[in-house]
């Protein structure tokens, strides 16, 4: 049986930070108070109030999209010719690095957390998709994977009690499946060429429960203990 893989095979495919608010919120400095500038496209709808700006950060694209009471960044990779997998980097650079910019923004926004949630998309490059279920029946080992299995997609969620805040009650939702990237090439004067990849993939979800604001002051111990928990699920699959 294969062993779990280290935490260094693991790449971020996208990275997620909500905060669910109550009520409107003034945003019109935040993009320029996380990047340093302003967005290079900007969408707003003034009837809803919805608003969705785009630029580039760091290694990808940043969105911010602002809703009536939720307040979504995401980070997702530059996709280019060639490219195996969208990626923005191993778990252990991407996600801390994301927290870190997440929190120092939030800091200074003043904003009263309802709740938090962090998304993280993890993806583990395997040969094929035989060699992607026999991981998958290491990651989850209480699974009977066939041979012949295909479409697989599988998903739970685990409630647990938060370790920096009392009485709260995270939910940890994940879903496991085994992927393929088609990537196309084209120079000039050559025909289309494609190129398949095989991927092990993970999504998660990991938030506070609603009816328990976070209380002030509490907001980066909270985004750090659900990065952890992002981090153990990753590390042991569904054995945590």
């Known amino acids: 049986m294969k062993a779990l893989p280290d935490i260094s095979e693991w790449n971020i495919e996208s990275l997620r930070f909500t905060i669910f608010v109550d009520g409107k919120c003034s945003f019109e400095s935040w993009w320029?108070?996380?990047v340093g500038i302003q967005?290079?496209?900007?969408?707003?709808?003034y009837q809803t109030g919805d608003l969705s700006?785009?630029?580039?950060?760091?290694s990808g694209i940043l969105e911010l999209k602002v809703s009536l009471g939720r307040i979504d960044w995401n980070l997702s990779p530059i996709v280019g010719p060639g490219i195996d997998f969208p990626k923005l980097g191993e778990f252990d650079e991407s996600v801390p690095s994301f927290l870190q910019d997440a929190t120092a923004w939030l800091s200074r926004s003043g904003i009263a957390v309802r709740r938090m949630a962090l998304g993280v998309t993890a993806i583990l490059p395997v040969k094929n998709m035989q060699d992607g279920y026999e991981m998958m029946s290491v990651l989850l080992p209480f699974i009977p994977f066939g041979g012949d299995w295909s479409d697989f997609s599988f998903q739970l969620n685990k409630r647990c009690n938060s370790k920096s805040i009392d009485g709260l009650t995270i939910n940890r939702l994940a879903r496991w499946?085994?992927?393929e990237f088609v990537s196309?090439?084209?120079a000039p004067g050559m025909n289309l060429k494609q190129k398949s990849s095989t991927a092990c993939r993970m999504e998660m979800d990991f938030n506070s429960a609603d009816g328990h604001p976070v209380p002030e002051?509490?907001?980066s111990e909270l985004a750090i203990e659900l990065s952890q928990k992002a981090r153990n699920l990753v590390l042991l699959g569904a054995r945590q």
């Open 53 to 58: 700006q785009f630029g580039p950060y760091k």
């Open 184 to 186: 196309v090439m084209q």
């Open 217 to 219: 002051g509490l907001s």
């Open 39 to 45: 967005p290079e496209q900007m969408q707003q709808n």
């Open 177 to 179: 499946s085994v992927v």
């Open 32 to 34: 320029s108070d996380w």
